[in-house]
T-cell receptor, first 120, second 112 residues
């Protein structure tokens, strides 16, 4: 299947600072990427859909001014958590759809390894 | 009511046992059904993918979808300690184009 990477895998920051997380599709071009958040012992919840060359679409309840998404190229999407606070500490995971899938083949999303954010 | 319900476990089985994992869902518009495996502090890894109702087998894994009952299952035969992980059921309306809705995950432990 398609390979998605994330960087960094783990970050600790002070309250009030901003943190940028990168998501890359390594062996395919992704016009659409997705950002999920997972709190301990909970499932993944979609935060926003990132579209190359256009504005991201945010899920209800997700602050777009706090979680800035930039999908500047077909292989890179970034999530910036601005003015991070301890309640933003979570596991952030991106995913992308392989455009070579579809039809009878596996038409789903492939997930990155995740980024664990801890805000002190 | 959650869109996708999944027993969080934990589920402990002896090595070699057959494992049965299940999810129910409420929205009949779901068309694509997946099972992901997630190790601690890692991203989900796609295990099985099924479109609409039916069965799919891949090695020791079998996925079943019963859309009439809104019920999906994952069976693991000859379970191994390396199968110990959290298993997430997931589904979507339009394949990879739209968000994937996940269950809460079932934590499985296979005891040697």
């Amino acid at each position: 299947g398609a390979v998605v990477s994330q960087h960094p895998s783990w970050v600790i920051c002070k309250s009030g600072t901003s943190v940028k997380i990168e998501c890359r599709s390594l062996d395919f071009q992704a016009t659409t990427m997705f950002w999920y958040r997972q709190f301990p012992k909970q499932s993944l919840m979609l935060m926003a859909t990132s579209n190359e060359g256009s504005k991201a679409t945010y899920e209800q309840g997700v602050e777009k001014d706090k979680f800035l998404i930039n999908h500047a190229s077909l292989t890179l999407s970034t999530l910036t958590v601005t003015s991070a606070h301890p309640e933003d500490s979570s596991f952030y995971i991106c995913s992308a759809r392989d455009p070579n899938s579809g039809g009878s083949s596996t038409d789903t999303q492939y997930f990155g390894p995740g980024t664990r954010l801890t805000v002190l | 009511q959650k869109e996708v319900e999944q027993d969080p476990g934990p589920l402990s089985v002896p090595e070699g046992a057959i494992v049965s994992l299940n999810c129910t869902y409420s929205n009949s518009a779901f068309q694509y059904f997946m099972w992901y495996r997630q190790y601690s502090r890692k991203g989900p890894e796609l295990l099985m993918y099924t479109y609409s109702s039916g069965n799919k087998e891949d090695g020791r894994f079998t996925a079943q979808v019963d859309k009439s009952s809104k019920y999906i299952s994952l069976f693991i035969r000859d379970s191994q300690p390396s199968d110990s992980a959290t298993y997430l059921c997931a589904m979507s309306f339009r394949g990879g184009y739209q968000k994937v809705t996940f269950g809460t995950g079932t934590k499985l432990q296979v005891i040697p």
